[in-house]
């Protein structure tokens, strides 16, 4: 069983930065990998980075050139820098565990070990 829990977000202005930080723990016995999702109200919830065992990484649209993900195996943490935040980022983020080996790692049916979630506000 793994237990994963995000934090750091926050209520910032366009134009700021956000470091989110995703803690695993639990029964890990190698890196995980880990995709970053996010929720706002109202839409339905999509992938905005990932994160694979071998550090691989893959962006959704929205995250490309802004954000980056990165992980820190010493500290079971995997981390989304997020810059130039624009008011359309506000969503709760959202990390998990990517179960397939499909590497459609877009798919949210692939994913388990949800966490609770951190809100992003972001204001103009």
């Known amino acids: 069983q793994v237990h994963l829990v995000e934090s750091g977000g926050g209520l910032v202005q366009a134009g700021d930065s956000l470091k989110l930080s995703c803690l695993a723990s639990g029964r890990i016995v190698s890196p995980l990998p880990i995709g970053w999702f996010r929720q706002a109200p109202g839409k339905e919830r999509e992938f905005v980075a990932f994160?694979?065992?071998?550090?691989?990484?893959y962006y959704g649209d929205s995250a490309k050139g802004r954000f980056t993900i990165a992980r820190d195996n010493a500290k079971n943490t995997v981390y989304l820098q997020m810059n130039s935040l624009k008011p359309e980022d506000t969503a709760v983020y959202y990390c998990?565990?990517?179960?397939?080996?499909?590497?459609?790692?877009?798919?949210?049916?692939?994913?388990?070990?949800w966490g609770q979630g951190t809100q992003v506000t972001v204001s103009s």
């Open positions: 998990a565990v990517d179960r397939s080996s499909s590497g459609l790692v877009t798919i949210i049916e692939d994913y388990d070990y």
């Open positions: 994160i694979s065992e071998s550090d691989g990484t």
